[in-house]
T-cell receptor
Framework: DSGVTQTPKHLITATGQRVTLRCSPRSGDLSVYWYQQSLDQGLQFLIQYYNGEERAKGNILERFSAQQFPDLHSELNLSSLELGDSALYFC???????????????FGDGTRLSIL | GENVEQHPSTLSVQEGDSAVIKCTYSDSASNYFPWYKQELGKRPQLIIDIRSNVGEKKDQRIAVTLNKTAKHFSLHITETQPEDSAVYFCAARFTGGGNKLTFGTGTQLKVEL
């Protein structure tokens, strides 16, 4: 158990819909990262939040958005869903990326999103 | 741009043999290189990492080496066991803000009895 909690584990929905994925970081971790893993794209970084603020952005689609709340949990919102959005979505967390060197990222169990 | 290349994409070894997976990265300023193991349907699990101020790190049967001049790093697994079978991903932290990781494309390791 990594200490990172993601819900739901599975999500099945239809094209055009909107979903929200939730992540609670490990106790004490201030940074949250979202990654997408699909069969043909590997693990792709989407976005990072640190203590409520957006810190880094990857190839995240405009249809996707995220936020980190005061209690440090994060939500990833996916809208106007397309078949190609079917993937595993992982959340990871770390302590403080700017403190004394690089901090390891620990991954949650992921949310498997299936678009029908 | 930020790029990590990983080879081989598949690797099959006999139980007890060693396995080596290699990665190269594009940004010479990269300073952190973790390795993750991912079993089918499960989360990536950090198995070892190395920072740019050291050349080698070892943890039991697993070791990682870093050659900053050549911009490549490798994962070495000795005395492989069937439970080592999984997909292994290398990653690099590129400079430029945040702590995002860029991952290699993965190596499917199969340890045969």
């Amino acid at each position: 158990d990594s200490g990172v909690t993601q819900t739901p584990k599975h999500l099945i929905t239809a094209t055009g819909q909107r979903v929200t994925l939730r992540c609670s970081p490990r106790s004490g971790d201030l940074s949250v990262y979202w990654y997408q893993q699909s069969l043909d794209q590997g693990l792709q970084f989407l976005i990072q939040y640190y203590n409520g603020e957006e810190r880094a952005k990857g190839n995240i689609l405009e249809r996707f958005s995220a936020q980190q709340f005061p209690d440090l949990h994060s939500e990833l919102n996916l809208s106007s869903l397309e078949l190609g959005d079917s993937a595993l979505y992982f959340c990871a967390s770390s302590v403080d990326p700017e403190q004394g060197g690089n901090q390891p990222q620990h991954f949650g169990d992921g949310t498997r999103l299936s678009i029908l | 741009g930020e790029n990590v290349e990983q080879h081989p994409s598949t690797l099959s070894v006999q139980e007890g043999d060693s396995a080596v997976i290699k990665c190269t990265y594009s940004d010479s300023a990269s300073n952190y290189f973790p390795w993750y193991k991912q079993e089918l349907g499960k989360r990536p699990q950090l198995i070892i990492d190395i920072r740019s101020n050291v050349g080698e790190k070892k943890d039991q049967r697993i070791a990682v080496t870093l050659n900053k001049t050549a911009k490549h790093f490798s994962l070495h697994i000795t005395e492989t066991q069937p439970e080592d079978s999984a997909v292994y991903f290398c990653a690099a932290r590129f400079t430029g803000g945040g702590n995002k990781l860029t991952f290699g494309t993965g190596t499917q390791l199969k340890v045969e009895l």
